[in-house]
Antibody, heavy 120, light 106 residues
């Protein structure tokens, strides 16, 4: 059974870069057919889609994050990554990686989430 | 696209039926998904494409609607159904979520 798992520092200083990794495990074939997403949830429970990585390397980002976000990946090694620059306290959240199947456009598999706190 | 859910919270008893509504700020056809989230856990997909039940989800969960107005109905509430529910549009990026409906035990 496939699983997603986020990993990375739980504490980041203001103005620095938040970096997380999502590892796909289980019966996974990197043959495409999926989009790989990052979604965050603040303490107020609002879910925010941050962006996605497609099988051919194409990316789409949420304009609300302006140019601070980047999603890259190496799906041949079952991993994709989130980078968020110039963080502030407002970026404190639980960060989820999630999969969406092409054609269904719903997040059918989620990681457990990684709490990242921005504080000096 | 802005997604507006109502109510923001709701109390019900085991065995009751409840309905949660979600309104999109523009036409999203049937590109609407519903998720359940329990405290400390990731959201879990319940309904995709407005009315298709995700594999493994009990049939007491039903979704309907198209265009701008959608509903999630949970019939015969079970103890494990008390959670927060979110709608999400997948019509156009950036994908957006409703603010959630917290379903509590009366």
């Amino acid at each position: 059974q496939e699983q997603l798992q986020e990993s990375g520092p739980g504490l980041v200083k203001p103005s620095q870069t938040l970096s997380l990794t999502c590892t796909v495990s289980g019966d996974y074939s990197p043959g495409g057919g999926y989009f790989w997403n990052w979604i965050r949830q603040s303490a107020g429970e609002q879910l925010v889609w941050m962006g996605r990585l497609e099988g051919d390397g194409t990316t789409f980002y949420n304009p609300s994050l302006k140019s601070r976000v980047a999603i890259t990946g190496d799906m041949s090694k079952n991993r994709f990554f989130l980078s968020l620059t110039s963080v502030t306290a407002a970026d404190t959240a639980v960060y989820y990686c999630a999969r969406a199947r092409v054609g269904e456009w719903a997040f059918d598999l989620w990681g457990r989430g990684a709490l990242v706190t921005v504080s000096s | 696209i802005q997604m507006t859910q109502s109510p923001s919270s709701l109390s019900a008893s085991v065995g009751d039926s409840v309905t949660i509504t979600c309104r999109a700020s523009e036409n999203i056809d049937t590109f609407l998904n519903w998720y359940q989230q329990k405290p400390g856990k990731a959201p879990s997909l319940l309904i995709l494409s407005a009315s298709s039940l995700q594999s493994g989800v009990p049939p007491r969960f039903t979704g309907s609607g198209s265009g701008t107005d959608f509903t999630l109905t949970i019939s015969s509430l079970q103890p494990e159904d008390f959670a927060t529910y979110f709608c999400q549009q997948s019509s156009i990026t950036p994908y957006t979520f409703g603010r959630g409906t917290r379903l509590e035990i009366k």
